[in-house]
């Protein structure tokens, strides 16, 4: 494949993969494929741009050849002022690409010292929402490897999904309920307070009001 060819290409899969995303109707879609700058663009519409502390550009690419935001696990993250429009009730969905370092390390939390749904907050890619009780779903990430995660809530039936490159990883039921959330919470990308950080490259994040279903994680996943 030539060199005019292979950008083509990536160009193509690049449009492709955020024109999926779009067509679901995020809250907040960050592509984290910015290049340059201290401000993760929000490319939902509803002006949601994050604020980068400590993380880099240009330590890891994505699958399709873009720069990557790259995590030290240390003290690197992004946070998003707080905002209503994150903190959905009847359902929620999370979309992201990552690259982990190691099996361990949260991806994103709406979390502030309390918290309400967080991924990966014990260590690994949990997912778990406060819904007058708790559930939560196991995973492992494989360390080094670009993999497509999407976490599903739905109040109506307490049922929350984790699906891992397009496959169901694991399911988790509580009792049926919204989603409750405390006062002053913030997303972060990257952190959960008093728990973990994540080591590693993140794409992609997306949030979403809906429960997202199996095909959409295989077409998410592409």
């Avoid at 997202?212 to 077409?219: E, M, Q, S």
């Amino acid at each position: 494949m030539d060199t005019a060819t292979l950008v083509w290409y990536r160009r193509k899969r690049r449009a492709t993969r955020a024109s999926r995303i779009l067509a679901r109707t995020p809250l907040g879609y960050w592509t984290l494929q910015d290049g340059s700058g201290s401000t993760a663009l929000d490319s939902s519409g509803n002006g949601l741009d994050g604020s980068i502390t400590g993380a880099s550009w240009g330590i890891q690419t994505g699958t399709d050849g873009t720069p990557a935001l790259y995590f030290d696990g240390v003290n690197d993250l992004v946070i998003m002022d707080e905002t209503a429009i994150l903190q959905p009730t009847t359902a929620l969905s999370v979309s992201l690409w990552a690259r982990a370092e190691a099996a361990t390390g949260c991806v994103l939390s709406m979390d502030d010292g309390s918290w309400s749904y967080a991924y990966g907050g014990f260590g690994f890619p949990t997912f778990q929402v406060q819904n007058g009780g708790s559930v939560s779903t196991a995973g492992s990430f494989t360390a080094e490897v670009w993999e497509h995660w999407l976490w599903t809530y739905s109040a109506a039936t307490g049922e929350l999904n984790v699906y891992r490159n397009g496959a169901l990883e694991d399911t988790g039921t509580s009792t049926p309920g919204n989603i409750t959330y405390a006062a002053g919470l913030r997303l972060r990308i990257a952190r959960r307070v008093g728990h973990s950080w994540f080591a590693g490259a993140l794409q992609h994040v997306a949030i979403f009001g809906t429960e997202l279903t199996l095909a959409d994680a295989a077409a998410l996943a592409i």
